[in-house]
């Protein structure tokens, strides 16, 4: 009955989310209470081993230990100077932060600016045409270099055509494209009109782009033809033109880059080619100039009901974090660092630290197409040694990958470049934080552990390079001008080292200003845990020197392969299949992928006749799996799916996943007196022969 799953699609970027089904079972949108005793996967720290600031850093030092004196003596005048530090503002600001309005802030409201014009024309206009702003390394070996002059060529004749599409200020494009240059250029056009930009992950389905795009209402959709992964050429926009077939979008142009070649079917009058209307247009515009507050883009993530959740990011207050903690966290000197994150921006991470960070901060950095195996297992490494990488980011399990494979790949090159390294995504444990300082990081390496979320917009809680003695597996401390604390259940902020729940107690530049269309959903997910502070949903504790160890999700969703999952998502798309009958998705402890997806189902009556009579049981489940994958992404594919005749519930009806937990990581069942019936366990073990 158990299958294991294969790596994911796309697996070493960061960050994730999938799309809404019907459901028979309407417990599955029921959120449960938060007890942050039942769910803290990460063992707390014995002892912790400490790593002094290297050579390297410590000349920023100084600068750094400022910022908190400067933060910490006046916070909204601490980032009214990083702001405009940091971006060029058309219109200065009078007003820093207004909360009248809360949970929705405004930073800087009366400012204005444009995105795009920060990004990339700003530094052609300073002089620095000619750098580098992207090294574009193709999954091939293919190499092209795009300088801030080119980028900005590229990104005004892609904002004349988008609004040759019809594309006006305020208008939703969605993007779904593969990683690549034209996916940043196409972010930065959208920035250049204030077109909210909706990146939709490359790996997702048709069902999940479609439920995107109709909640957005975009008007176009930017996509190619296919995308090279492994080796292969996959088809892309095939999944566009499923998604938006039916006709309930308002969809009206798919602008298509043609990447690989392949064919494609095409709608003439909807469908216009990137390189007919693109390469043709002007390369002179100019930017639209747009209120601190406006939408910059809606980006979708897991809650922890069926429907994803358009979180938006505007962007005055988005920017100035984006930069302050691109340069600050990465110690970044634009003129000499070449920098790679290798998350995708169909995620948040490639959002603020691809398109946005690096590229307001004039940094050169390396975006890659590919697959960190193809052709072989030290693709990454190759790219780092090519290129002279000097700063490198990516997720706790992608280095747990690195390391099962083994040190050799590493060691067939140089990677003396590298100055800092960082990580983000999930709480990466020490085995692997070591491996990654040691193989990668020659011992001479600081790593920033950088905890953040699709909603917090940027870095919020990291060690910073220079300045902090750096503790495997722990996020440490809070950054300048963020003030995060640990409640209890309560409310009451815990100062030593008990177990509670992670929040933010201040309004943050950066922070989400809703979830799309649902301002409601905004306030009862974030706000109403306790009143007017910001529940991130992680549970955290310090250790004995007051630095913050992050302890997993306390709420339905899971951490797989630092992508982020809801549980009643897979929950719904299963019992969506004629076979299911009732369905529990829990997140167990997997070595590599942090955690793996383990789904409980109950069939229905005439289904379980009929698997009997054909001895049909480990086809459905491969049936299962891959209807997972359909409806909602390879990523989302259970790693087990477990038939049960009962799931265990409490009076109330709501699904005890702490058990089914106990059952996933094979571990004693633990309290079961709160069961509506304390018989249904041992059904369960029973009938998986445990
Ligand atoms: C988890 C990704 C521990 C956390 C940027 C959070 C982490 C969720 C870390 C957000 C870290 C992220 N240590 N846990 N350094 N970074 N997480 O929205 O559970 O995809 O709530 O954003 O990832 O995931 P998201």
Same mark, same amino acid.
């Not at 290297?54 to 000349?59: L, Y």
């Not at 515009?285 to 922890?304: D, K, M, Q, R």
């Given at each position: 009955m158990y299958s294991r799953m294969p790596p994911p699609a796309r697996g070493c970027e960061t960050a994730l989310d999938t799309t809404a089904t019907t459901t028979h079972n309407s417990e599955l949108n029921h959120v449960s209470p938060l007890t942050y005793g039942e769910k803290m996967p990460h063992d707390a720290p014995t002892a912790?081993?400490?790593?002094?600031?290297?050579?390297?850093? +410590?000349?920023?030092?100084?600068? /750094?230990?400022?910022?908190?004196?400067?933060?910490?003596?006046? /916070?909204?005048?601490?980032?009214?100077?990083?702001?405009?530090?940091?971006?060029?503002?058309?219109?200065?600001?009078?007003?820093?932060?207004?909360?009248?309005?809360?949970?929705?802030?405004?930073?800087?409201? =009366?400012? @204005?600016?444009?995105?795009?014009?920060?990004?990339?024309?700003?530094? +052609?206009?300073?002089?620095?045409?000619?750098?580098?702003?992207?090294?574009?390394e193709a999954e091939d070996g293919t190499r092209t270099d795009y300088?801030?002059?080119?980028?900005?060529?590229?990104?005004?004749?892609?904002?004349?055509?988008?609004?040759?599409?019809?594309?006006?200020?305020? =208008?939703?494009? $969605?993007?779904?494209?593969?990683?690549?240059?034209?996916?940043?250029?196409?972010?930065?056009?959208?920035? /250049?009109?204030?077109?909210?930009?909706?990146?939709?992950?490359?790996?997702?389905?048709?069902?999940?782009?479609?439920? @995107?795009?109709?909640?957005?209402?975009?008007?176009?959709?930017?996509t190619s033809d296919g995308q090279f992964r492994g080796g292969k050429a996959l088809p892309l926009k095939l999944a566009v033109d499923e998604a938006i077939s039916?006709?309930?979008?308002?969809?009206?142009?798919?602008?298509?880059? /043609?990447?690989?070649?392949?064919? +494609?079917?095409?709608?003439?009058?909807?469908?216009?080619?990137?390189?007919?209307?693109?390469?043709?247009?002007?390369?002179?515009?100019?930017?639209?100039?747009?209120? $601190?507050?406006?939408?910059?883009?809606?980006?979708?993530?897991?809650?922890?009901? &069926?429907?994803? *959740?358009?979180?938006?990011?505007?962007?005055?207050?988005?920017?100035?974090?984006?930069?302050?903690?691109? *340069?600050?966290?990465? =110690?970044?000197?634009?003129?000499?660092d070449?920098?790679?994150?290798?998350? =995708?921006?169909?995620?948040?991470?490639?959002?603020?630290?691809?398109?946005?960070?690096?590229?307001?901060?004039?940094?050169?950095?390396?975006?890659?197409?590919?697959?960190?195996?193809?052709?072989?297992?030290?693709?990454?490494?190759?790219?780092?040694? *090519?290129?002279?990488?000097?700063?490198?980011?990516?997720?706790?399990?992608?280095? @747990?990958?690195?390391?099962?494979? &083994?040190?050799?790949?590493?060691?067939?090159?140089?990677?003396?470049?590298?100055?800092?390294?960082?990580?983000?995504?999930?709480?990466?444990?020490?085995?692997?934080?070591?491996?990654?300082?040691? +193989?990668?990081?020659?011992?001479?390496?600081?790593?920033?552990?950088?905890?953040?979320?699709?909603?917090?917009?940027?870095?919020?809680?990291?060690p910073l390079p220079g300045i902090t003695a750096t503790k495997p597996g722990s996020a440490q401390r809070p950054l300048p001008g963020i003030t995060a604390k640990i409640l209890d259940n309560l409310g009451e902020e815990i100062t030593d080292e008990t177990p509670g729940l992670l929040v933010i107690a201040e309004p943050w530049p950066a922070m989400l200003r809703g979830i799309w269309g649902d301002p409601e959903r905004f306030k009862e997910t974030y706000w109403a845990r306790f009143e007017g502070i910001y529940f991130a949903g992680d549970g955290a504790r310090y250790d004995e020197d007051g630095d913050i160890w992050l302890l997993g999700r306390v709420d339905d969703v899971m951490n797989v392969s630092g992508h982020r999952l809801s549980t009643a998502e897979i929950e719904s798309a299963l019992v969506a299949h004629d076979a299911v009958a009732e369905a529990a998705v829990v997140g167990a402890k997997d070595d590599t992928t942090g955690q793996a997806v383990v789904a409980f189902v109950i069939l229905r009556e005439e289904y379980i006749a009929h698997a009997d009579e054909q001895g049909e049981g480990t086809d459905l489940v491969a049936t299962l799996r891959e209807h997972v994958r359909r409806e909602i992404g390879p990523i989302a594919k259970p790693r087990d799916i477990l038939i049960v005749p009962e799931l265990p519930k409490t009076r109330s009806g709501k699904i005890m996943r702490r058990l089914l937990r106990d059952v996933a990581e094979n571990r004693a069942i633990g309290d079961v007196t709160t069961l509506a019936d304390s018989s249904v366990m041992d059904l369960i073990s029973k009938g998986l022969g445990r």
């Open positions: 912790p081993e400490t790593f002094p600031p290297s050579e390297t850093t +410590v000349a920023n030092a100084v600068a /750094r230990e400022e910022l908190f004196e400067r933060a910490a003596a006046d /916070r909204q005048g601490f980032w009214a100077d990083i702001s405009r530090e940091y971006l060029t503002w058309d219109t200065d600001f009078t007003s820093v932060l207004d909360w009248s309005n809360a949970p929705t802030a405004a930073w800087f409201g =009366d400012g @204005r600016l444009n995105a795009c014009y920060n990004a990339v024309d700003r530094h +052609v206009e300073a002089g620095l045409g000619d750098r580098i702003a992207l090294h574009f300088t801030y002059a080119e980028l900005k060529d590229e990104v005004s004749k892609a904002a004349n055509a988008l609004a040759s599409l019809g594309v006006a200020t305020g =208008d939703r494009v $969605a993007i779904y494209l593969p990683m690549g240059p034209i996916a940043v250029i196409s972010m930065l056009a959208c920035a /250049r009109l204030g077109a909210p930009h909706s990146v939709v992950f490359g790996g997702f389905s048709a069902d999940a782009l479609h439920s @995107r795009i109709q909640d957005a209402g975009a008007r176009v959709v930017i039916a006709g309930d979008t308002p969809v009206e142009h798919v602008l298509t880059y /043609r990447r690989t070649g392949q064919g +494609v079917e095409w709608t003439d009058g909807r469908d216009v080619w990137w390189h007919d209307v693109v390469d043709a247009a002007s390369s002179e515009h100019e930017p639209v100039i747009v209120e $601190a507050e406006h939408p910059l883009f809606i980006l979708y993530t897991s809650g922890t009901t &069926g429907k994803p *959740k358009g979180v938006v990011h505007t962007t005055g207050g988005y920017l100035t974090q984006a930069a302050f903690t691109h *340069k600050n966290v990465f =110690d970044v000197h634009p003129d000499t070449v920098y790679w994150c290798t998350a =995708d921006v169909g995620w948040i991470t490639g959002h603020t630290y691809v398109t946005y960070g690096p590229l307001l901060n004039a940094t050169t950095q390396v975006i890659y197409e590919g697959t960190p195996a193809t052709p072989n297992k030290d693709r990454w490494w190759e790219i780092i040694e *090519k290129y002279g990488v000097t700063i490198f980011y990516t997720a706790p399990t992608a280095i @747990r990958t690195c390391m099962k494979w &083994g040190e050799e790949f590493p060691a067939a090159h140089d990677l003396t470049s590298l100055r800092i390294l960082g990580t983000v995504g999930e709480p990466i444990n020490p085995e692997a934080w070591l491996w990654y300082h040691r +193989v990668i990081g020659g011992e001479r390496c600081p790593i920033v552990d950088t905890w953040w979320q699709t909603e917090t917009g940027g870095i919020m809680i990291s």
